[in-house]
């Protein structure tokens, strides 16, 4: 007997979704069996796996299976499973408030969003597929009961703003859905779901590799039997009598040679796995023979996921042994920094019951995941040398996290360097290779130069980049974060160090061997500004360590510079915000030896060493060399006042 049936509400987010799933987002219809097959064959791993964890489990796994029943008459479709069940605590969590982490988010992507595709992969990574059953039925009611509690449970709702839930004696484990359709309609692409033939294409489509029987029971006339042959059905054995057909192959795909899988079913294969609604990018598909044997099915999508850099998105890759479900997700096989890596490893020698505190312990599964990371970087890479502009796209959607290597995988760090694309000075839209840029360095140059900043323009404009881009000099525009961090963890590229334009000594105009004349300019030059140069490095010793004469500056008067081992402004903000206490780091100041405000600021101080204004404009001149960079003033207020006094006087 069942219970007091309750009428709960959806979440208001939940409705908005619903109405946005059954009308807006899928424009093929077809998908809502994927979903529930999908769904399905999740609720059989799951048994199957706790089965083999809790040997005390009553449950019975020697005929997993999918299970398709039609009732033409009540006009229904029922997906029927014997897997793990759910709980009420479960429905109402997973079902009764749809994508518990995130609705408000997938909300407000899909406004931003305004092509349909885009959209239809945005829908998928929130696991809200079940819903789109309601695109084809009125009603659907869902039964179930748990592996291991005897109370079941009737969920059952319209998909308009309530859902009624129910506890029900006598329910097998499993779940059962159970879809009440609506009629076929050709114009707004309703099929007759009630047809064999309909539901034999779509399974195959979609589940084909499914590892799980999917079964349908049918019982055909003869003329019913002519009908469905003509529409490519398979016949039945004898008019009239009960047929179950198993309608999926259930071969693994990463199971079968490269050479006898076609890119359309990888590219199914893919999407099933990820709930990309576009292609992949590339496929690694590798078998590893030897003392541990598995085999590889990895893709590289074509965009990244909306939710690529956030702390609660799932990583990793599904891991099965013996092509027995293990688990998703697997975190040991795949570091984060190819999080974006979607796919599965199928090892043949590990232990069913594995954990996965054991693997991140387990030496072969180091193995493993180190030989991936190499494939995994090599077919990157192939994209690279093959098709450039296609790479330069890939990089777009991955670059930042593949930077983040840099920083955990010492291992792959020449790899990962191969693969860097920054923006350059050499080309305003394409961005280069490192190994480009050593390709164009002037005859002489030893180092990489680079300077990092928080967008082009900025670094563009800086005074840092003046007498680089006067004498041709290529520089990388850096502006990503984690730009500021693996720049000072990587020694060189090539031979080549990389030496951030902001740092350390830079001469450009070093004079040449036998350079006479050079040699005695600069001679001279430093001489001029012997007396000028320790006093401002005096009088502004609470901000700079030394104020010294620059071969950077062309046009403007000054600027801030680090020692060669210096923390970056950006940097240590960086570290203070994550709440790093830091001692602060004094640079240097640099001034611009022709610039016509320095040159009167040595004469000025040539005529009189004790006027007291000459510290101020001093000041000035360093905070008008901070704000050149983007950095922050010591004292505004006071920068204000000096600055427009020595503007009221100057008029």
Request: with cysteine.
């Amino acid at each position: 007997m069942g219970s007091t049936v309750e009428t709960l509400e959806f979440q208001a987010e939940t409705r908005q979704l619903l109405r946005l799933v059954i009308h807006s987002i899928y424009s093929n219809k077809d998908i809502f069996l994927r979903e529930l097959i999908s769904n399905a064959s999740d609720a059989l791993d799951k048994l199957r796996l706790e089965s083999l964890i809790d040997s005390g489990l009553d449950a019975d796994t020697s005929d997993l299976h999918i299970a398709l029943e039609v009732d033409r008459e009540a006009r229904t479709l029922t997906v029927r499973d014997n897997g793990i069940g759910m709980s009420r605590e479960d429905i109402v969590e997973l079902i009764g408030t749809i994508a518990k982490s995130g609705t408000a988010g997938l909300l407000e992507k899909i406004k931003e969003t305004e092509d349909a595709a885009a959209a239809q992969s945005l829908i998928g990574q929130f696991g809200v597929g079940f819903y789109s059953a309601f695109m084809v039925a009125d009603r659907v009611t869902l039964r179930t009961r748990r592996a291991g509690t005897e109370a079941g449970t009737r969920w059952e709702s319209d998909g308009e703003g309530t859902y009624e839930i129910q506890a029900v004696d006598g329910l097998p484990v499993g779940t059962s859905v159970t879809l009440h359709l609506k009629p076929a309609d050709g114009e707004d692409g309703l099929a007759d779901y009630l047809a064999g033939w309909k539901i034999r294409q779509i399974v195959k489509q979609y589940s084909d590799f499914i590892r799980w029987p999917i079964r349908m029971a049918s019982e055909r006339t003869a003329a019913a039997e002519g009908a469905e042959s003509a529409e490519g059905a398979e016949g039945a054995e004898g008019a009239g009598a009960p047929q179950v057909e198993t309608l999926n192959s259930m071969k693994a795909l990463w199971a079968r040679p490269r050479s006898e899988v076609t890119e359309a079913e990888y590219t199914e294969f893919y999407q099933q796995i990820s709930h990309d609604w576009l292609p992949p990018a590339e496929t690694v598909h590798m078998r590893a023979e030897g003392t541990f044997e598995y085999e590889a099915l990895l893709f590289i999508p074509a965009q990244a996921p909306f939710d690529l850099f956030s702390r609660d998105a799932k990583r990793g890759v599904q891991l099965y042994v013996k092509r027995v479900f293990i688990m998703d997700d697997c975190e040991a096989l795949m570091p984060d920094y190819l999080r974006f890596v979607k796919g599965v490893v199928d090892a043949h020698d590990l232990s069913l019951n594995i954990s996965r505190e054991i693997l991140q312990h387990d030496r072969q599964i180091r193995g493993v995941r180190r030989r991936l990371v190499k494939k995994v970087l090599g077919a990157l890479k192939d994209v690279q040398t093959k098709d450039s502009e296609r790479y330069l796209k890939l990089w777009e959607q991955f670059g930042r996290v593949l930077k983040e290597g840099l920083l955990e995988d010492a291992d792959s760090t020449a790899a990962l360097l191969e693969l860097v694309a920054a923006a350059s000075t050499h080309d305003a839209e394409r961005p280069t290779t490192l190994r480009e840029y050593v390709g164009r360095m002037k005859d002489g140059q030893e180092a990489i130069y680079y300077l990092t900043g928080e967008d082009r323009a900025t670094v563009e404009n800086s005074p840092h980049m003046e007498a680089f881009a006067a004498k041709g000099y290529e520089v990388l525009i850096l502006t990503d974060p984690v730009d500021e961090v693996w720049v000072e963890r990587v020694p060189d590229f090539d031979g080549h160090r990389l030496q951030s334009i902001a740092k350390g000594q830079v001469d450009l105009d070093e004079p040449a061997d036998g350079d006479e004349a050079a040699g005695a300019e600069k001679a001279r030059r430093e001489q001029e500004f012997a007396a000028l140069l320790p006093w401002l490095t005096t009088a502004l010793s609470g901000q700079v360590k030394e104020v010294r004469l620059s071969s950077r500056l062309t046009t403007s008067a000054a600027c801030i510079v680090g020692d060669a081992q210096d923390m970056t402004p950006t940097l240590e903000k960086m570290y203070r915000a994550m709440g790093q206490e830091l001692p602060p780091v004094k640079r240097i100041l640099e001034l611009n030896p022709g610039h016509p405000l320095i040159t009167a600021l040595r004469a000025a101080h040539e005529a009189d060493p004790g006027d007291a204004s000459l510290a101020e404009v001093a000041e000035l001149v360093h905070g008008g060399a901070l704000l050149a960079e983007g950095g922050d003033l010591p004292d505004p207020a006071r920068f204000t006042r000096l600055l427009t006094d020595r503007l009221a006087r100057g008029l």
